[in-house]
C-alpha cells in the first residue's frame, strides 16, 4: 500500500521560503505522475510527470519549482515568493501512470494522497 509523509510546512512572512517534502513508502514509482495540492481553493499548484515533465498554476508560476528524487522517493516542492494567498493545506498527490492531475492538472484524480502540510503566509 503507498503511504505519502508530507514534511515542510511552517509559517512565514511575505516573501519568504519554505520547502515541502513527500516522502513515498510502499511502491517504486517508474511511471508516474506526482503532484502537490492546496486545498481551498482546491488546486494543483504542481505537478510532475515520468516523463520529466512539469506543469504549474498561474498564481504560482515563476515562484514554485517541483522536483522528485528517484532514490529518495522523494517529492519537493520549492516555494519562493510567498504571499498571503498561498496560505493552505497542501496535500502530496500521487499516481502510479500519467492521467489528468498532470495531464490538465485536474485536483480529483489521484490515488493516493497524503494527510498534508500547512502553509501560512503572514502580510
Known amino acids: 500500500q503507498v503511504q505519502l509523509v508530507e514534511s515542510g510546512g511552517g509559517s512565514v512572512q511575505s516573501g519568504g521560503s519554505l520547502r515541502l517534502s513527500c516522502t513515498a513508502s510502499?511502491?517504486?514509482?517508474?511511471?508516474?505522475?506526482l503532484g502537490w495540492i492546496r486545498q481551498t481553493p482546491r488546486e494543483a499548484v504542481a505537478v510532475i510527470d515520468s516523463?520529466?515533465?512539469?506543469s504549474y498554476a498561474a498564481s504560482v508560476k515563476g515562484r514554485f519549482s517541483i522536483s522528485y528524487d528517484n532514490a529518495k522517493n522523494t517529492l519537493y516542492l520549492q516555494m519562493d515568493g510567498l504571499k498571503p494567498e498561498d496560505t493552505g493545506m497542501y496535500y502530496c498527490?500521487?499516481?502510479?501512470?500519467?492521467?489528468?492531475?498532470?495531464?490538465?492538472?485536474?485536483?480529483?484524480?489521484?490515488?493516493?494522497r497524503g494527510q498534508g502540510t500547512q502553509v501560512t503566509v503572514s502580510p
Open positions: 498527490a500521487a499516481n502510479t501512470y500519467i492521467n489528468n492531475l498532470c495531464q490538465g492538472r485536474n485536483p480529483y484524480d489521484v490515488q493516493y
Open positions: 516523463d520529466g515533465r512539469s
Open positions: 510502499g511502491y517504486t514509482f517508474s511511471s508516474y505522475c
